[in-house]
């Protein structure tokens, strides 16, 4: 009967072998872990499972929480695009402070209707007052799915909003959790993490017991004042049996059917300081276009001084640069927690390579990253080929500008490419995205953009992923229409 539900289930789009199998196992069940590689697919598995249990009538709304980078992209794309077509459904995005029609929408995901309710809520909502209290009111007004998407960002057992999540989700009928690394830095990363599902799916609900079981812990002294430190880990069959019970595993190795390339979007939000620079810096470029005829190469420097504080920096006319306040280096860090393996990384400016180099050598270690640009030397440059490649060496990051490292060199050792800023040269785009996707390559390649929301950033992407070289798109009046 089951089986035979889910053969005939009218998907939007034809499920794969492995988002089937979860389908198969946890539609039905009150709490599961998706634990899923990057490009996989978890958002296509659970709008399913979420379209599934409000067909059955098990629920009539979901509550989605997420990070910033990815919340928005629930609304704008994952609901859209796989929400199964005969589901009528209303989605709302949270905001401390909604505007009208944000307001409207917000308020409607309480209205007494048939069709189901979805609100999306960025993890941080969870550290307010004001976020917690609506997301309760949310959850006593329906019988819902709460789902906590990239859900490393609750291990912390102590942190406020992992406090309020879990407290939220005890009133939730189905319970979710989804990530592609459980686990970033010790298997206590797990408890809240599962203590979310449930409080005895672990088999207590004390962090503390948890640790004294699966920990190895020593006390410690210092001067007058003693501490416990963990200086190892026990019993992790019996963690991984535990875990093995509500959880789905499956890495992007076991999905043969996948497509080669899998193209995934990081959200930026741009800070207060980066807003005002680029609403200044807009208006002086289009009182410069408005004058006359442009000059390619002047538009197209209009727009890398748009994208450079897109990017966190500005270039002064003397050369000097002067830093923004920014969010793109934490999602950086941010996305790369929910990866696993090799990772390469591409950025387009100089000022980048050397900020992401700090940041990883800072978060994994010295011999962590190599970079590779156009100060990098040569016998340097084939050091970090070698090292990157070799599956033994301690460098997991490689890091470059297409420009320099986009041509002619293998990096199979990586599946994952994050391009955290583009160059406008369409050639570039296709030449580095081909330096993991080559003969000796053995798994699918995920491509991850970090992108901020209405800025050039935006159009920059959505042009290279076109196939659209931007050079010849930006002339006369069609360069307003990249500003605006």
């Known amino acids: 009967m089951e089986e035979q539900y889910l053969a005939n289930y009218p998907y939007r789009n034809k499920p794969y072998a492995h988002q089937k199998a979860y389908l198969e196992r946890f539609w039905r069940k009150p709490l599961a872990a998706l634990f899923a590689d990057m490009g996989t697919g978890k958002s296509y598995m659970l709008i399913n499972n979420l379209a599934m249990l409000y067909d059955n009538g098990e629920v009539n709304a979901a509550l989605i929480v997420a990070p910033k980078g990815v919340y928005r992209n629930w609304i704008d794309a994952e609901i859209p695009k796989h929400m199964p077509a005969h589901v009528l459904y209303r989605a709302a995005l949270w905001t401390p402070s909604p505007r009208k029609a944000e307001k409207a929408a917000l308020d409607s995901v309480f209205e007494v209707t048939e069709d189901l309710k979805i609100l999306v809520m960025n993890v941080e909502a969870f550290s307010t007052d004001k976020g917690k209290q609506f997301a309760h009111r949310f959850v006593l007004s329906h019988t819902v799915m709460m789902v906590v998407d990239e859900s490393t960002t609750i291990k912390t057992h102590t942190a406020a909003r992992t406090k309020n999540i879990l407290k939220v989700g005890r009133l939730a009928r189905f319970r979710r959790i989804m990530t592609g690394s459980p686990v970033t830095k010790t298997p206590m990363d797990l408890f809240s993490q599962c203590n979310f599902l449930s409080s005895d799916c672990l088999g207590t609900d004390s962090f503390y017991a948890f640790q004294s079981r699966f920990a190895v812990v020593i006390e410690r002294r210092l001067a007058s004042h003693a501490f416990k430190q963990v200086v190892g880990f026990q019993r ?234 931007i050079a010849t798109q930006v002339l006369g009046e069609e360069i307003k229409q990249w500003l605006i």
């Open 236 to 469: 992790l069959n019996e963690l991984q049996m535990l875990v093995s019970r509500f959880s789905f595993r499956v890495t992007k190795e076991e999905c043969l059917d996948l497509p080669e390339k899998v193209f995934v979007r990081r959200d930026v939000e741009l800070t207060d300081e980066q807003q005002a620079a680029y609403n200044q810096m807009k208006v002086m470029a289009l009182a410069q276009f408005s004058t006359g005829t442009v000059s390619t190469v002047n538009a197209l420097t209009q727009l890398m001084r748009l994208h450079q504080i897109v990017c966190g920096f500005v270039k002064l006319d003397d050369g000097q640069i002067q830093e923004l306040p920014n969010n793109r280096i934490q999602e950086l860090l941010n996305t790369i927690e929910e990866t696993s393996g090799k990772v390469i990384i591409w950025a387009t400016y100089r000022h980048d390579i050397e900020a992401i180099q700090l940041a990883l050598q800072k978060a994994y270690g010295m011999d962590s990253v190599g970079v590779y640009y156009g100060d990098t030397k040569l016998d340097e440059r084939q050091r970090v080929i070698e090292q990157f490649q070799d599956p033994g060496s301690s460098m997991r990051f490689f890091v470059g500008n297409p420009q320099t490292g986009g041509y002619g060199i293998t990096l199979t050792a990586a599946n994952v490419v994050i391009y955290y800023s583009n160059s406008f040269d369409l050639e570039k785009r296709l030449q580095s995205e081909d330096r993991a996707h080559r003969i000796g390559q053995t798994n699918k390649v995920t491509y991850i953009d970090l992108i901020a929301p209405k800025t050039v950033d935006e159009k920059i992407v959505k042009a290279l992923r076109d196939k659209i070289n």
